[in-house]
């Protein structure tokens, strides 16, 4: 089968958004497909939203059997076997309208925009054959602010096969893009509350310097430079999997996030339990409080208790560890599912 893959990506940042696409690329390839992957750079400035949009509307992918669309605004593209799977909203002007991370005032103007936005975007989500999500939270949202109904379809990571457990250290890693909806900054403050020797390492590359020396200036202030490492910047693959591979458990904390996070199934193919919070989204739809992770509210008190609970009692800890990988079971997260559903 011919198969376009389109989605959007933003100049010189990477993450999760890319990670769907080019492992799926991999994936289908691997199976004998013909793929083509089509990115387009989109920055999520009002000004711009409209003309982003048409360039793919404009977009000529007839020669594909099929057309795979991801990341907004790619969702607009024309085709008469168009498949979604939508990771989440221009989130602005859907679920961060009323926070403060809009960005822009919610005046007569911004206002017409996210109407016309809702519009378009909910016409464009009618043409799909078939509309895929990455989490119960976003197909939610989509019931919420479009009236369109959706499957759940949990993306895998790429070589799962890589994360292994040999032990458990004094270390709870937190590894993803450091930014401040990803909240570092918590479970750096929890760390002045803890009562046991427990260590913190975060990992990962920042698109605002300003954050960054924000979690150093909270490591000095309250001396914790011996016990919390921030590494900052992209650690290798083979890092990462050494973190894992020893560390006492996994952290993954962002404020109402559209899904799991790939933090947090690296965790969970390496045997540790994810410590997370009451608010983190769509991580509440893999960790299980006291099964398979820890969930608390996201207090620097109440993150520092549940840092010191997994460092004490080693067993439970472990015990969670092993649930971990039961629960990618159970859920049916893998490529062979994905492969299925999207080639239906």
């Known amino acids: 089968m011919k198969i376009a893959l389109c989605s959007s990506f933003v100049p010189f940042v990477y993450g999760g958004a890319r990670n769907i696409v080019e492992w799926l690329e991999s994936t289908l390839l691997a199976e004998g497909h013909q793929v083509e992957r089509i990115y387009l750079p989109h920055v999520d400035t009002p000004e711009r939203l409209f003309t982003q949009m048409a360039a793919y509307r404009w977009l000529d992918l007839d ?75 976003v197909s939610q949202r989509l019931r919420d602010y479009n009236g369109v ?14 994360f292994h457990c040999r032990g458990f250290n004094d270390e709870v890693v937190y590894i993803c ?39 150093f200036a909270l490591v000095n202030r309250y001396g914790l430079g011996k016990r919390v490492i921030i590494e900052h910047g992209w650690i290798s693959e083979e890092q990462k999997v050494d973190y894992l591979a020893e560390c006492l458990a996994a952290a ?47 207090r620097p008190e ?13 067993h439970a800890t472990e015990r969670m560890g092993r649930a971990a990988r039961d629960r990618l079971e159970e859920l049916d997260i893998n490529w062979a599912r994905v492969l299925n559903r999207l080639l239906a």
């Open 63 to 137: 020669a594909a059997d099929r057309v795979i669309c991801f990341r907004p605004p790619a969702h607009v593209v024309p085709h008469p076997n168009k498949v979604l799977w939508f990771i989440h909203h221009i989130r602005a002007f859907y679920d961060l309208w009323d926070t403060p991370y809009r960005g822009f005032p919610a005046d007569a103007r911004h206002c017409n925009i996210r109407d016309a936005l809702h519009d378009a975007d909910t016409r464009a989500l009618r043409e799909a054959r078939h509309v895929f999500t990455n989490s119960a939270v």
């Open 149 to 162: 109904n959706s499957e759940v379809l949990y993306p895998p990571i790429f070589a799962p096969q890589r």
């Open 177 to 215: 893009r450091v930014e401040h909806h990803k909240r570092q900054h918590l479970l750096v403050e929890a760390m002045r509350y803890t009562q046991t020797p427990v260590r913190l390492r975060l990992c990962g590359t920042s698109s605002r310097s300003d954050y960054v020396k924000e979690l």
């Open 252 to 298: 993954y904390l962002p404020l109402d996030e559209d899904s799991y996070g790939y933090p947090s199934l690296e965790a969970s193919h390496a045997g540790k339990p994810i410590l997370t919070t009451s608010d983190a989204g769509g991580v509440l739809e893999l960790v299980e409080h006291g099964r398979n992770g820890l969930v608390c509210n996201p």
């Open 302 to 314: 109440e993150l520092a208790a549940a840092l010191d609970q997994l460092y004490e009692d080693r």
